[in-house]
């Protein structure tokens, strides 16, 4: 699979956590009216580096110890907090990406950003860097916990079976153009491989490759099979049929080369991804053609061993 | 963004799965061609699509699509419907065409595949 196409996981963390699950939601607040030497006491004693301002339970402002110590400088520490405060505040809603987040601590440089609900602006928290790393963290050791689940029982079933070397294979016989049932391999298989307890991500890119693997004999022949192995360390798909062949491998796998039938496009198939597709799903692949008796498609899926 | 926020914009009826109104779709993505939903769909994502046919629902299920919502008021006949509940996957259909369907939602601050592209650029 092309390295382009991955995203890390912490990436996609950062969109499926919102900034309301990694946030404070105990906020230390202040009111517009303490003066800057009360501020002190509170910064100090809660060990924070800021503050937001609310007022009858509006954020009107923050202010931060940066601000404190240009007050401290000139010796205003008897006006009140609102005189020195930040006014125009930079938020963040509860229901945002966590990656929003993210991306404004990098394009402001802020230490925190209060969060507030979305709609009543009241305010519902506050978040930090700290917060993100802390959240990012416990989400990761929650699917680390289940993973170790999937791991126990993939490792399971294969190791019940006390022989040098165990494959599991799977039939599937599928019928052409046929087009009630044309996915239906490919959705069985699925189900199995994440029954086997396999890595959803080896599982997805096993099934996208089925799929396509199957819709191809749906589409361009008399009815095929699908035949696909497991053994610890890998997935192997293969799908053959007895006609009517590719003339033009290299061709055929060119983005955008298509022989089907208006039909078929119709159906949103044929738009001439389909091998590609298979190719970036696979580790290896291996296509094999002749006119008028069939082709042969091996796709290896590895799988990664603990 | 949840389906009901999701049915809300998209002024939607709910096909299948009311009862699943309150779930999360994270990312949004359309199209008409399966392959491309195959090669670029997210796990997670809300597929918007003028295709009803069986093949829909297998390559959502495939894909880790999490819910279909049907544009431009098109329909899926009872054997697709009955195929999505056997898959236990919400089906929702507008009246709105496909532009219109995406626009909305992405102003609503549904975020599409491409924005993981731009966050990956960014480092």
Known sequence: MAEDKKYTKIQELTY???VGNVMTKKVVTVSPKKTIYKLRNILHTK???????????????????????????KGETNIPVEERMTKKVETLYADEPLVHAVRKFDQYGFGRFPVIERGKGKLVGIITKGDIIKGL????????HKEEIHRYRASHIFEDIVADRTTLTFHYNVVGEDFNRAGESASGLKRTLF?????????RRA?????????????????GKLTVSVETHRIKIEASDSGP????????????FSTAPERIRELGFGAGMGLL?????ADKMNLTSKVGKGTHLEAIIYLNQR | MTLNEVKEILEAEVIIGSDKLKMEVKIGCAADSMSDILAFAKPGALLLTGLTNPQVVYTSEISDIKAICFVRGKK???KVIKLAKSKNLPMLMTHLPMFESCGRLYANGLIGIGYLDIEKKNG
Do not use: H
């Open chain 1, 245 to 256: 062949g590719i003339p033009d491998i290299e061709q055929a796998m060119q983005p955008g």
């Open chain 1, 195 to 203: 029954r086997l307890g396999i890595q959803p991500d080896s599982v």
């Open chain 1, 16 to 18: 499926e956590l919102k």
């Open chain 1, 47 to 73: 060990r924070i580096s800021g503050t937001p301002v609310v007022d009858k339970g509006k954020l009107v402002g923050i202010i931060s110890t940066e601000d404190f110590m240009k007050c401290l400088a």
């Open chain 1, 277 to 281: 597709n298979i190719k970036n799903c």
């Open chain 1, 137 to 144: 963290l416990k989400k990761l050791e929650i699917d680390y």
């Open chain 2, 76 to 78: 899926p006949d009872e």
């Open chain 1, 207 to 223: 099934a996208i490759a089925a799929y396509e693997a199957e819709m191809n004999i749906v589409v361009f022949t008399e009815g």
